[in-house]
């Protein structure tokens, strides 16, 4: 990376513009840019990070006061940074956030940051990003370093030299962490520990299955355990399971025997019982006997009464029907009287109850006709009536209609003529709420973004208070930092005073001297007071350690606190609490307008659709009115008509006197009265017909059966049920004889007739017994059998279980033997580092070779830095070590902390570590080769000599190309360094004055 031009406005204490030919400058490689304290000198290289990053090193991105106070109210602040990367040349261009006037009115308004970077492609600059995040990322890709490995390898920022030299192990840790990126290392270690939990977890687990299976084992077989040799598990398995299959044949055995003895005793048993139920079939046979020859009598007089209601069975079926018949006939002649009287209360004449039957049907007819004569015309007549009376009530109605329709097209046409009005004034509110709720989609982002500016103002102003918090807090452990050093130093000096009057309180008679080997000891030293001891002195530098600690602590707390004050000024984009929130309740009083403008317009809507088909219905229905009336003045004219007629009609064919109801009534009741005297009259025919007929056949069917009379059949007849009952009892007696018969006569019936009654007792107690022992065999084997194909399918899953276990076992040794080296707790990691560290270790390594390349010439060879992997006072974590830092005095021989070297010391070694450290970081990044390097004051502390030794170191730093910056107003380094930009600050803010 080499630096061309640099253009700052309106930028820290520069009120104008001010420009850096950086061209023009490298020609020399060595350059000065000095200037009275406070002039702007590092203002210049913080421009050179912003325009980059879009951060200034240390406390002055906490300000967040970037625009220059000198610069007139209008004047925007802007820096511009031309430089070239590999064979690639950028443009950066950035504005901070800042406040210009209101164009009208008073006040300010803020202006969000900008930032663009372009590329040079030989005939102009094309852009290539305009949004700040995508500048950044562009300038750390481009660079291949982010903002803080910048600052370590280009600008080395003023009094951040000695902080990597004296920072304890963990904040050591933390920076070398951030600029080299080995967090990945750290992963490692995170990973191989979750990788042995894991494993260990699957190890534990397929381990306590197989145990569980041993367990079970030695539930099923009662096998003694095997103890925890799990190696002997498989073995021990199947010698139990073989002991068990063979104690299982044995009870098969023994089961077998035991079944053979009670088919036996079964076979025995049931002979016997054989016998005795043949004898006692013989007995029963021969008591059946003796009953069946008492019961004959009995049966042979069934016998008859069932031949004697078989001959009369025929001639009683015909009984029956000969009553129904005879009871028909004298029903027909009561219901032919009564038909009689009913038809001469009716009005019928003319009626000769003695003539013939066929007679009177004759006279019935001719009265029948007559009658239906009159009827007819009645009914006519009748007809005709109802149907101008029904005339008369439908012409009514049909004037109540029209008069109905006639107010109905009046009302609608007087509605119909208010309806255009209406329509209008809606569809006028329907435009105004759509204009409003048209904003609605306008005013909701706007409040969202409204909305976070608040919560970021409010975040803002807590973490502001927490950013002055984390400040005291640091200056008060600075603060305590400091005394406990200067206690210690305060202690040490004490102590060396003190050191002679030690050594002579030590000395005895006689004894050399620890010092000069003089046995005489003319004029020992007196102490003045207490001497501090060497305890003191280990108790106040555990205080000065602690405190450091501390202090390092609360600064990493307080650049935390800083970050976050940075971003969320950003994000806050310069608004104050008070106008966020009235932003914000303006836009919601906008949004609750437009909200009910939309929650009304489909109400507005559905009514004027509502109302203009309210307009078309009653055009429609006007027209339908019309077309109503029209249709009903037609039918009340033609139903007057109709009514006029026959109103005439009936009153010529009809008698006023006559009532033409009762007569219709009279005429139907006499011609009901012939049609049912008729019908009696024929029923009385046909009743006496059948009955004659019916008694003729059954006195012939009487005599056939060898009866005389029908009293006699009735006698002899019986119903079917006792029929049934007397077959039942002949039939069962023939079959109980038959049965008894050839019960008697089974040869082996007899054989067990003659034998002696067998002992079934002591039968079945012995086949009782023979059960009972085969169930109890039985039982044995099924269990044996059982516990052994258990045993023997758990021996076969254990089997199975130590085949799974044996990988995983393997794999957790080997996941615990990582874990545990990379974590350095491992046995055979004799420096107890771990991973990340290790690789820190290196790094720092590398750091101290590059750094002593430059403290050796600058010392005149005196001092080199020294790298120990032994864990210092400052390591906290275990596994931490391999970053310590000791200074070697060549001179002596021996090796010290650091912090024990003088102001000009401390700065030649901060300042060739701080180059040591830029060199590996710029080496490791894989970016950029950096040929532009600032060094940011310092060199006050410097005697003649040392200078010159570091201006050597400097002067060697141009080879290959290399612009080297060097930021002081000492004025020794005015007359070693002939190429100089000088910056001078005045009332209206700082100039730049190069060559």
């Known amino acids: 990376m080499r630096l061309h031009r640099l253009e700052v406005s309106a930028f820290g204490p520069f009120g104008d513009t001010v420009s850096l030919d950086f061209d023009a400058l490298g020609q020399a490689g060595l350059f000065l840019l000095t200037g009275n304290t406070g002039a702007g000198k590092t203002s210049l290289l913080d421009a050179v990070c912003f325009a980059l990053y879009g951060q200034v090193p240390g406390d002055r991105q906490l300000a967040g006061r970037l625009r220059s106070d000198h610069a007139p109210p209008g004047a925007a602040p802007r820096v511009e940074l031309e430089v070239t990367v590999g064979d690639r040349r950028f443009r950066f261009v950035r504005s901070p956030a800042w406040d210009r006037p209101k164009a009208r009115g008073t006040g300010t308004t803020a202006q969000q940051a900008t930032a663009a970077v372009a590329e040079w492609r030989g005939d102009g600059w094309e852009p290539l990003a305009t949004r700040i995040p995508d500048v950044s990322q562009l300038a750390a890709n481009v660079l291949g370093m982010d903002v803080h490995q910048f600052m370590q390898v280009v600008l080395l920022p003023q009094g951040r030299f000695q902080e990597f030299l004296r920072a304890g192990a963990d904040t050591r840790k933390v920076v070398l962490e951030r600029l080299f990126a080995t967090s990945r290392f750290r992963d490692v270690e995170r990973w191989l520990v979750a990788r042995r939990q894991q494993t260990g977890r699957l190890h534990d687990q397929r381990r306590a299955g197989a145990s569980k299976l041993v367990d079970q084992i030695v539930a099923v077989a009662g096998a003694e355990d095997p103890g925890q040799a799990s190696s002997s598990w498989t073995a021990w398995a199947a010698l139990v399971c073989s002991d068990l299959q063979q104690r299982a044949k044995v009870a098969r055995a023994t089961a077998d025997d035991a079944h053979d003895r009670v088919r036996l005793l079964q076979a025995n048993l049931a002979a016997a019982e054989a ?49 129904r018949a005879e009871e028909g006939s004298t029903a ?35 009265a029948r006709r007559r009658s239906q004569s009159a009827l007819a015309s009645l009914s ?3 007809e005709a009536a109802r149907t101008r009376a029904k005339l008369a009530i439908e012409i009514e109605g049909l004037a109540t209609s029209m008069a109905t329709v006639g107010a109905a097209r009046d009302a609608t046409a007087a509605d119909l003529a208010e309806l255009p009005r209406h329509i209008q004034q809606l569809t006028d509110e329907v435009s105004q709420a759509r204009a409003s709720a048209a904003r609605q989609e306008l005013l909701g982002p706007q409040l969202l973004l409204a909305q976070s500016v608040v919560e970021t103002v409010g975040a803002l102003h807590e973490a502001t208070a927490q950013l002055s918090e984390a400040s005291t807090r640091r200056d008060a452990l600075v603060a305590a930092h400091n005394d406990a050093r200067d206690e210690l130093n305060d202690l040490r000096d004490a102590r060396l005073a003190g050191a002679a009057a030690w050594l002579a309180a030590e000395l005895q008679s006689d004894h050399p001297c620890p010092v000069c080997g003089g046995i005489e000891h003319p004029s020992p030293a007196v102490g003045g007071g207490a001497v501090p001891t060497q305890t003191d002195e280990v108790v106040a530098h555990e205080a000065v350690r602690v405190a450091e600690a501390e202090r390092a602590a609360a600064e990493t707390e307080l650049g935390q606190a800083r970050e976050l004050v940075i971003a969320l000024e950003s994000r806050a984009g310069g608004h104050d609490s008070g106008s966020a929130a009235s932003t914000c309740e303006s836009l919601r009083a906008d949004l609750r307008v437009a909200a009910s403008a939309a929650a009304l317009v489909g109400p507005l809507e559905d009514s004027l659709h509502r109302l203009e088909g309210r307009a078309s219905d009653a055009r429609q229905h006007l027209t339908e009115l019309d077309i109503e009336a029209a249709a009903l003045g037609e039918r009340l004219a033609l139903r007057t008509a109709e009514h006029h007629e026959l109103d005439l009609r009936i009153r010529t064919q009809l008698d006023p006197h006559v009532d033409l109801e009762t007569e219709i009534a009279r005429s139907e009741r006499l011609l009901e009265a012939i049609d049912s005297l008729s019908s009696a009259l024929r029923d009385l025919t046909a009743a006496r017909q059948v009955a004659q007929t019916t008694r003729d056949h059954a006195l012939a069917a009487t005599v056939t059966a060898g009866f005389t009379t029908l009293d006699e059949v009735r006698d002899a007849a019986l119903s079917d049920a006792r029929r049934a009952q007397l077959r039942r009892r002949v039939d069962d007696h023939e079959s109980a004889v038959r049965v008894t018969q050839a019960t008697l006569a089974d040869l082996s019936v007899q054989a067990a007739m003659q034998s002696s009654p067998p002992d079934l007792v002591a039968g079945r107690q012995a ?17 044996l059998s059982g516990r052994a194909g258990q045993a023997e399918s758990l021996r076969a899953e254990l089997a199975t279980a130590m085949a799974a276990w044996a990988p995983a076992r393997h794999a957790h040794e080997v996941a615990e033997a990582m874990a545990t080296l990379a974590e350095g707790k491992a046995a055979d990691n004799h420096r107890q580092i771990s991973l990340s560290a290790y690789v820190l270790s290196a790094r720092l390594a590398a750091v101290i070779d590059a750094a002593n390349e430059r403290l050796t010439p600058m010392t005149s060879g005196r001092y ?84 010159d030794e570091v201006m050597d170191v400097l002067d060697g730093l141009r080879s290959g190309g290399r612009v080297v910056g060097v930021v002081s107003h000492v004025e020794a380094l005015r007359e070693r360094i002939p190429v100089q930009v000088r910056v001078v600050k005045e009332r209206t803010g700082s100039a730049v004055l190069q060559p």
Do not use: Y
């Not at 006997?289 to 015909?318: G, K």
């Not at 906290?876 to 001179?891: F, N, P």
């Not at 000009?904 to 894989?926: I, N, P, Y």
């Open 332 to 366: 027909a002649a009561g219901a032919t009287a009564q038909a009689a009287v009913a038809a001469r209360q009716a009005g019928l004449a003319l009626l000769d109850d003695e003539a013939d039957v066929r007679d009177q049907l004759k006279t019935l007819d001719a």
């Open 275 to 323: 016998v005795v139920l043949l004898r006692d079939r013989g007995v029963a046979a021969q008591t059946a006997q003796s009953h069946q020859l008492r019961c004959n009598d009995d049966i042979d007089s069934c016998r008859q009464q069932l031949q004697r209601a078989e001959r009369a069975r025929d001639v009683a079926a015909l009984l029956p029907p000969l009553s």
């Open 767 to 783: 086949l009782n017994a023979a059960e009972a022992a085969q169930r109890r065999a039985l039982e044995t084997a099924g269990q």
């Open 380 to 382: 006519t007549l009748h």
């Open 864 to 947: 080199a830095l020294e790298h120990t992997s032994d864990r210092t006072a400052g390591d906290r974590s275990r596994g931490a070590g391999g970053l310590g830092l000791r200074i070697l005095d060549t001179w002596t021989g021996q090796s010290r902390d650091p912090k024990t070297l003088s102001g000009g010391e401390t700065f030649q070694t901060s300042l060739a570590l701080a180059l040591g450290l830029a060199d590996v970081v710029s080496s490791e990044t894989g970016g950029a080769v950096m040929n532009s390097l600032f060094v940011d004051e310092g060199f006050g502390s410097l005697d003649s000599d040392s200078l």
